[in-house]
């Protein structure tokens, strides 16, 4: 390795984090200090915090089409998941006094979604995990057909967290709410808001789930876009924050830099989601050209920023390490089950054999990215991919 590779770094794991956006640091660091309130307190420095808070919530919004009034702040995605999940459910178990109810879902989803609607059956909750094709994509006739009497909910993402498909969201709500308009919908959006254009209102769904730090917002923040009219039940109680909806005092100061955020992201998306695209396609061409590699998620409908790959004789772990020894961050897969042996759960239900899906490799690009990033990741990984077969007995087959 020389010289110059030994301090070349480049970040490719923008899906599982991304940096904090410095104008958004900026704003966001005067709230650690000088806005000391807690904006549930009625003197003058507690309504000063909740004016920020207000602000916030009516920029994301405005941004997701929606009212401010809809939109409540989380810890983070997966909290927002657990409530929409859980919160429909025991809504829909009181009104209709019963024990037991339907959930629709898909074997694709993130961890959040699929371990909150296992709890659920534990609970006597049933619940249908949708198969997907090849490309990961979600047939609405399926989720019509899977509906019961007593559908609930329906869950499915908007866009894979590991694969990067976008899903037919629109369609399969509209198609949802054609067979029984009381069922609601809810999708996790966390990877896909600040990535592509969202407006709530047209999408037609009832809730819809979105994280900070996957648009350049600190971690630790996120939230819950619920329409009027829809009753989810409390996940935490607390002091009657958001509406007494969410106990437990405000992050002011992610929040706040959340918004901003997305605001940027929002005006930023159009010209960064072009140049995006050209450097993504770029690099799913050149790692194509290697032997017994593949492309996972659909060829065309996915993140503009996501590639993701499996390549046959190698393992995804030693590929990733190696990879980080050369100064590149990526991933195997959700960063939520990167320590996990097993082989990725979406990739197996989109039909790969276990020994394929272990040689997965997910390239996750940003606004940072360059062309040099992209050239040095495509030298990088075709030389460990190399190296990695001349050492393995199948790869010498």
Known sequence: MSHEQKNRFVYADNAATTSVH???LAKMMPLFGEVLGNPSSLHAKGREAKKYIDDARSKIA???????????FTGCGSESDNWAIKGAVKAYLDRHDKDTCHVITTKIEHHAVLHTCKALEKQGIKVTYLPVDENAMVNPDDVVKAIQEDTALVAIMYANNEVGTV??????????????????????????????PINVKDLGVDMLAFSGHKFRAPKGVGGLYVKSGVVVKTLIEGGGQEKGKRGGTENMPGIVGMAEALAIANEEMQDDNARLAMLRDDLIRRLL???????TGHPTKRLPGTASFTFEYIEGESLLLMLDMMGICASTGSACSSKSLEPSHVLLAMGLPHEIAHGSLRLTLSHETTQADVDYIVESVKKVIERLREISPLGRQ
């Open 22 to 24: 410095p104008v958004v």
């Open 62 to 72: 405005g941004i997701l089409g929606c009212e401010a009034k809809e939109i409540y």
């Open 167 to 196: 899903e037919p969201i629109k369609e399969i709500t509209k198609r949802v709410k054609e067979v029984n308009e009381k069922i609601l919908v809810f999708t996790d959006a966390v990877q896909a808001v600040g990535h592509l």
């Open 289 to 295: 050209e290697i032997p017994h590699s593949r492309l």
